[in-house]
């Protein structure tokens, strides 16, 4: 059936099962591949996106949930790569081979509308559910910490 | 990379080229088995338009190691070119580039003087161009900031101004290509710019499976739980009646030696990839297990136990033997044993396997992430029935290899299933795929007993070494080989007058690869354990003891080890010598670093190890501390002596990351068989470390010099491990000789 969903602010009618992970409808169907497929049972964080500024996991998310709802992506969350979060991301190098950090960086700027000025503590709690193989971690925090200015 | 840019081998070989400048008429054919001499043909990697647009080729794969960031960076800074105007392209898998294999840690090092030969040799080039143009010598030219200058009259002309010119000018043999004087060069232990950095912060970056081709289908693959089994029968009805789904296609067996070839099974074709995987639940398949389905993890290390404890005879070969270690233990004073066990891991990248290919009028492009794009042409070809030059592999960002991505079995699915359904495919491995269906990282057990004299001198070691051999997976054998026992056993610096190492039989039941640090791994967690075992036996400390079993700083002989050759990781002895010098530095360093001598009065509880692999020596010193929780890790010093680097900023990247790899490892990592099949299936049961498990400060430091440049990838993993269970037994009293460590502490 076709639905109607609002992706970094635009309108996208798609003709999907509304039961299909938002994963899946993003990545292949409306295009957009900044968010990734790491697990597909919210295990890793990679296909973390925002619905109404709240991060949730993609891949364990119908499509039907977001419906009448703000998705933004990783591609979204900022025109230009200015989020403060993106910059403190390129200052610090913080990526390797970077397939988790949109992942990363979502649920991080979803902490920070939250929280201006997390602690190390609630920094860890909030990204317990990302991983990175790379072993990126504690540039990670301090990336964090960059952009909340902390 | 930015979105992809699909870069036809045509665009590098044909008329895309005609207004390039340098490059023009310059790219060679090299016959299927000539090593070409790179440098001698610049064109390859370098070109240079008329409008000073300057391509660099990556000729190696970006799996987070930066060698993006570095390899062209090199090039570039030989040539004299300026970053800001060069565009990096990456290279299809082609013979006409050399090795390309991206693992063993040796894209610099294996490369670092032909990189720069080959920016030299264009820059030659340059000169000799404007030199004729101005009618002066070239030695009175120099190059530098993207143009040639000619300082006695203050004349300068781009390179773009020059490219046509100095494409006809003749190209430097190798042994006439003069090198930069090293002080000139800006990018030697720089601190370079991370070129995909922007892209990967937008979601911009391609990766394997962000590659869309028209009317593409996704595959994705039922395959035998036990490897080498086969399908019996299978019945796709309810498959096909998933909506979105188009095909079923049953691939080939597997056939030994498994090598690079798919492992069979059923694949679901799907319009998504969401149809694709319900596709393959509704399959109903029966398997035939085959004879791997014997393979139990508990039996197969009481086996390897058994076999450290009284193999005799044709089931074990002596690979290391100095003095007579045997008969000096049966007298010694003291005896200090102990038997250590290592589990299978999988690599998990973050990003599951995943290629896609088209195959159209007996010719196949593929894209794939691949650290290894010449194997995936080759076996495509294979698979296919069709010559290499009808093959062509293209290279994307990699999310992570680990080794994995080294074998192309990933790409020829692809491959064979977009000639049989007649679309382009993506074959996207689920996680639980990825876990399954790894080359596994081997499984281990050693054996060591140390003799001590009266004076409590250590006068002999006894090394008995079990694990089934990455050869396996490619000829069937099934004892280690020398390219495994130099990791750690065969090339240890031991100060000891009797050294004994043999090697047991240990047949492989599953696929064995090569994972990031490979046999170090396991041979290092053991060997520095029972080293700091050794020192609590001598009562001395740790440090002291270690530094004594390596003995005083020399170069140490083949003799001395007592073996006939070392691999040595591909390189000459005499350029990479066994340096115990290098090894004290490094060791003494992390121990500066850490305060190791104030660690009791500061009551911390530290483990140190150190270890050479890669041609690089890396010493770690880990810090744990009890919390209500459990064991936490606290605090993590890694000091590394890799030789020159390019980049590093990326070098201290990766022995940042590879501590935390590595304790993810040494914590929870465990692959275990049942029945033949792998018992863990994703992040839940194979567990990788989390950020509030990472420590909250890893000290990294890279002594940066001018020596011959080590890997840098891999050398940083194995100390972390032993260093680990050391300070674990520091805090607790309790040895660590067994990993992953969660199955016997409790890990906050």
Redesign the interface.
């Known amino acids: 059936m076709t639905i109607r969903l609002r992706v970094n602010g635009e309108t996208k009618e798609v003709d999907v099962?509304p039961e299909?992970?938002l994963l899946?409808v993003l990545?292949?169907?409306v295009?957009?591949?900044?968010?990734?497929?790491?697990?597909?049972?919210a295990?890793?964080g990679?296909c973390t996106i925002h619905i109404d500024g709240e991060a949730i996991r993609s891949c364990v998310t119908p499509a039907r949930r977001a419906i009448d709802h703000d998705i933004t992506?990783?591609?979204g969350?900022?025109k230009?790569?200015s989020h403060p979060?993106?910059r403190a991301?390129?200052e610090l190098?913080v990526?390797?081979?970077?397939?988790?950090?949109?992942g990363h960086?979502m649920t991080a700027a979803a902490l920070l509308a939250k929280r201006r000025k997390p602690t190390?503590e609630e920094?860890?709690?909030s990204?317990?559910g990302?991983?990175?193989?790379?072993?990126?971690?504690?540039?990670?925090?301090a990336a964090v910490k960059k952009a909340a200015g902390v | 990379m930015g979105r992809i840019v699909l870069l036809r081998r045509s665009f590098l070989i044909g008329a895309g080229l005609a207004a390039a400048g340098l490059a023009v008429g310059a790219v060679p054919a090299f016959a299927e088995d000539a090593k070409p001499i790179l440098e001698e043909h610049p064109s390859l990697f370098i070109q240079i338009a008329p409008d000073g647009v300057v391509k660099i080729v990556c000729h190696r794969s970006e799996m987070g190691q930066g060698i993006r960031s570095s390899s062209p960076a090199l090039i570039a800074d030989e040539l004299g070119a300026d970053m800001a105007k060069v565009v990096i392209v990456q290279a299809d898998g082609d013979k006409k580039y050399g090795d390309q294999n991206t693992d063993g840690s040796h894209s610099i090092r294996g490369s670092y003087d032909t990189l720069r030969k080959i920016g030299a040799a264009a820059r030659m080039m340059l000169v000799a161009a404007a030199a004729k143009k101005w009618g002066v010598a070239t030695s009175a030219c120099v190059a530098h900031d993207h143009a040639v200058h000619h300082p006695p009259t203050k004349r300068s002309l781009g390179f773009g101004a020059l490219a046509e010119d100095a494409a006809k000018m003749p190209v430097p043999k190798s042994s006439a290509i003069a090198l930069r004087p090293t002080s000139e060069l800006k990018t030697k232990n720089a601190i370079l710019p991370l070129v995909d950095g922007p892209a990967i912060v937008t979601g911009r970056a391609t990766y394997g499976a962000d590659v869309r081709l028209p009317n593409m289908l996704v595959a994705v693959v039922a395959r035998p739980p036990v490897v080498g089994g086969v399908v019996a029968e299978y019945d796709a009805s309810k498959a096909l009646a998933v909506p979105g789904v188009r095909k079923v296609i049953k691939l080939p067996d597997a056939t030994r030696p498994f090598g690079f070839k798919p492992l069979g099974g059923v694949a679901v074709l799907a319009a998504h990839t969401w149809a694709a995987m319900r596709g393959r639940a509704a399959l109903d398949i029966t398997w035939n297990a085959g004879e791997n389905a014997s393979y139990e993890s508990t039996a197969y290390h009481a086996a390897m136990s058994d076999s450290l404890r009284s193999a005799t005879g044709a089931r074990v070969h002596s690979a290391r033997k100095k003095g007579d270690a045997l008969a000096t233990l049966s007298a010694a004073a003291k005896k200090v044993e102990a038997e250590y066990h290592t589990p299978h891991l999988a690599h998990v990248a973050m990003e599951p396997l995943v290629a896609v290919a088209k195959v159209e009028n007996g010719t196949c492009e593929c894209w794939a992430p691949t650290q290894n794009p010449q194997a995936a042409r080759t076996e495509v070809a294979k698979a296919l029935g069709i010559g290499e030059d009808k093959v062509a592999v293209h290279v994307t960002l990699l999310g992570g290899g680990f080794g994995r991505k080294s074998k192309p079995d990933y790409v020829v699915e692809a491959a064979l299933l977009a000639k049989e359904a007649r679309v382009p495919v993506r074959v996207q491995w689920t996680r639980e795929d990825d876990v399954r269906h790894d080359y596994y990282h081997s499984t281990s057990a050693q054996r060591f007993v140390a003799g001590l004299d009266a004076e409590n001198r250590v006068i002999a070691w006894h090394h008995r070494d079990a694990f089934p051999s990455i050869s396996s997976t490619f000829s069937g054998a099934t004892f280690g080989g020398e390219g495994e026992l130099q990791q750690g056993v065969t090339d240890l610096p031991l100060a000891i007058p009797n050294v004994l190492v043999e090697v047991c039989e240990a047949k492989a039941m599953t696929r064995i690869g090569w994972l990031r640090s490979v046999a170090n791994i396991y041979h290092a967690f053991a060997a520095q354990t029972f080293i700091d075992e050794i020192a609590h036996a001598r009562g001395m400390d740790p440090v002291d003891n270690a530094l004594d079993i390596i003995g005083p700083p020399r170069i140490v002989s083949l003799e001395e080890l007592g073996i006939a050759s070392l691999p040595n990781y591909g390189q000459p002895l005499s350029e990479h010598p066994i340096d115990t010098a290098r090894h004290h530095r490094v060791l003494k360093r992390a121990a500066e670093l850490s305060r190791w001598s104030a660690r009791k009065s500061e009551g911390r509880a530290l483990g140190i190890a150190v270890h050479r692999s890669f041609l690089t020596y890396v010493a770690v010193v880990i810090a744990v501390k009890s919390s209500p929780e459990g064991i936490r890790v606290d605090e993590a010093w890694i000091v590394a002596d890799p030789g020159t680097t390019v980049n590093i900023e990326r070098v201290r990247a990766q022995f940042e990351g590879a501590v935390v790899f590595a304790l993810g490892h040494a914590l929870f990592g465990e692959i275990t068989m049942k029945g033949g099949a792998t018992v863990q299936s994703n992040f839940r049961d194979f567990r990788i470390l989390r950020i509030g498990q990472t420590p909250r400060v890893i000290h990294v430091d890279v002594i940066a010099n001018d020596g011959p440049s080590g890997g840098v990838g891999e050398p940083g993993v194995p100390p972390v491990a032993p260093a680990l269970g050391n300070a674990i037994f520091a805090l607790t009293g309790t040895r660590i000789r067994t990993l992953p460590i969660a199955r016997s502490e409790t890990i906050a």
Request: net charge negative; hydrophobic share 35%; glycine share 14%.
């Open positions: 099962d299909m992970p899946w990545r292949d169907v295009g957009l591949a900044g968010t990734k497929y790491g697990c597909g049972e295990l890793c990679a992506t990783i591609e969350l900022s230009d790569g979060l993106q991301w390129v190098a990526p390797q081979c970077g397939f988790c950090q949109g960086i190390d920094i860890d709690a990204l317990a990302n991983l990175c193989r790379c072993g990126t971690y504690v540039r990670i925090r």
